[in-house]
């Protein structure tokens, strides 16, 4: 399966992501934690674009084109991938279908996750991260079990938040999303690939509904229930 979360900061890319890499075996590429990554290890492109995180605008296209193409490149994206925040405008679109022309690869769909402005503010302002595992939660909609420690990897004290996830940052990030990233909703569209899923729905609506999208596709776990089943 190879798919596009497109949606707002806060739509639940990234959780949903997270989820479908478990189901189907295939990894997430999100521009935003290879950024994040960069920075975190203060690599040279960290250092670059940093404070464009910071402010919440886009990053220059051709140093996010180069990265994505490299990381498309890598063995596990062989059988698949969903793409997380790439692309981010018609350029970046159009550098993508390039890219997927030159490697011989098809995309099965552009998933757009619709959500409310106003309940964007409250998801990303509560949200936080276990930074061992990468594990996503929020204050309100999905808490961990013990509030210390990760549901996942079971890390103690190491929940993070991101410094992007301020109320100022975040209403630069989805002015940003209604200039650039809208406009290439057409785009898919036009090539027959654009489907829309209710991001205001509950998680595990949301997930099934992606699901749905993609009835052919078995996950890995399907496949072997239906082993012991036939
Ligand atoms: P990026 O990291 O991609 O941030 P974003 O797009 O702003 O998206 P978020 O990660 O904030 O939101 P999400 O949709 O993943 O939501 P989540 O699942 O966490 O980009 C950061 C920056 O990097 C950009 O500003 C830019 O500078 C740069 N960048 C990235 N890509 C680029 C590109 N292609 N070109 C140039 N620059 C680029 O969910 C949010 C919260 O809500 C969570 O706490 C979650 O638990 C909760 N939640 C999720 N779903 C639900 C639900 N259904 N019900 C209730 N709560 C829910």
Known sequence: MRIILLGPPGAGKGTQARILTEKYGIPQIAAGDLFR???KNKTALGQQVEEILKAGTLVPD???IKMISERLDQPDCKNGFILDGFPRNVAQAEALEEMLKKKGIKLDAAVQMTVDDDDLVERISGRFTCGDCGEGYHDKFKPPHDPDTCDKCGAKDHFTRRPDDN?????????TYHKQTKPILPFYEER???KTVDGMAPLKNVTAEILALFPSK?????????????
């Open 37 to 39: 990554e960069n920075i």
């Open 62 to 64: 051709a140093i996010t």
């Open 167 to 175: 109320e100022e940052t975040v209403r630069t990030r989805l002015d």
């Open 192 to 194: 027959g690939l654009l």
């Open 218 to 230: 078995k996950t890995p776990n399907q496949g072997i229930q239906a082993k012991k089943n036939g």
